[in-house]
């Protein structure tokens, strides 16, 4: 049986969406999920563990380019041709509905964001609406929401076709209402989806093979300018909702200081419109200082999504917005350093509270404002929440990370072999 998954087109949730994927591919032995998602994007759809069900990996197709009827009529006709039994629209656009009512799909289960609602077969409500405009969208992590979405769409292929019933010892079904729209049932445990562990397929969602982890290293190698020195990166990009962004000007005299006072190098990360100059001068490649060294994969230097999760990975710290690179990093691992405005740790935040080696993120943001989690895209004061972060709190709590780092590694270079 085939299954349709209509891919979000952000960077971050793509790493939620794999983990979807894997735990439809669990509760649905048998079947297979196709992606459709942006061009851009699929290169993270070729990354992940390639054990146990679904080792093959996700056929995964690009959605034609333009915003047009035709490019809808061009994405729904080459749906239909797989003849998906369901589909799951983890992109809460009115397009995304329409693409997968085209394609004549019997099953479309999705929120029924953007006045969709009419085109979803099982329209499933958040368990908490806005109450106002300073309150937060959804009331749990987006991860738990979609994975909720999954389990709608496996119980409604289990009344729609004999014998689909899912496996996994995922919770109980909830009762059917005559509505329409039935509500999401409340905050679930890890637990309760029994064999399938959220956490666990999140480490494995980005599981980068041997080949492009070399290239990961060899782009660290590249990047410092002595082997000793800690690589810092520097995530100060989003891709929508300018309110997620600390200051530019404070990324910029963030990598000064840790590359004067710290001896760190420094790599910024971007895409192909960002720009970021330091002290003024102009842009280049890579600059070394006594101290330091920095250097910029972005504008026409940046790198596919692929090579940057290698670069990520083979980093020692990520400083980032909430952006999609730091769900990349939380994924492989990576230590991070997360500056948090009008969004919450606790819903769109890391899925994960721990770095490879063990220890906690560290998460900043302003406690003290009213309007803290309201998910606004326009700020109507000064994004206070944000721009109130000062340089030195961040520039401390990443001195403080960096000495951890140090010291876990000393501790495992000092720690005697074969458990003598």
Known sequence: MDILLRGPNWIGDTVFA?????HLVRRLPGSRVHVWCRAHL??????????????????????????????????????????????????????AALEARLAAVPIRVGFPDDNRGGLLT????????????????FARHVLDEWLTLADTLVDALADAVPGTAGTGGTRQPPERSAARTTPVPGPTRH??????????????????????????HALRDTCRSDSGRPLVGLAPFVGSGRTRAWPIANFQALATR??????????????????????????????????????????????????????????DLLVTNDSGLMHLA?????????????TLPS??????????????????GRKDLACRGCYLRRCPSRCECLAGIPVDQVAAAVSRRLDEIICHRSHATAAPRGGQ
């Not at 939380?330 to 009008?342: I, W």
């Open 42 to 95: 699929v290169p993270l759809y070729g990354l992940g563990a390639r054990t146990g069900p679904g080792s093959a990996g996700l056929p995964c197709y690009p959605l034609p380019e333009g915003r047009g009827a035709c490019s809808v009529v061009v994405a729904a006709a080459a749906m239909k041709r797989i003849r998906p039994r369901a589909a799951l629209l983890l992109a809460p656009s009115f397009r």
């Open 18 to 22: 794999k983990v979807v994927a894997d």
């Open 191 to 216: 637990g309760d989806r029994g064999v399938f562990e959220p956490a666990a397929a999140f480490r494995r969602a980005l599981a980068l093979p041997a080949g492009l982890a070399r290239l990961g």
């Open 347 to 364: 819903l769109t935040g890391p899925y994960l509270p721990e770095a490879r080696d063990g220890s906690m993120h560290l998460l900043l």
């Open 258 to 315: 840790l590359r004067r006072d710290h001896g760190a190098d420094v790599v910024v990360i971007g895409g192909p419109g960002d720009a970021f100059r330091e002290d003024g001068d102009p842009g280049q490649a890579v600059r070394s200082t006594r101290r330091g060294r920095l250097s910029l994969f972005l504008g026409s230097t940046h790198l596919p999504l692929d090579m940057a999760a290698a670069l990520i990975a083979a980093l």
């Open 122 to 137: 099982h329209a499933t409500r958040r368990p908490a609406a806005r109450r106002s405009r300073f309150s937060p969208p």
């Open 330 to 342: 939380t994924a492989l691992g990576t230590p991070l350093v997360g500056l948090f405005g009008p």
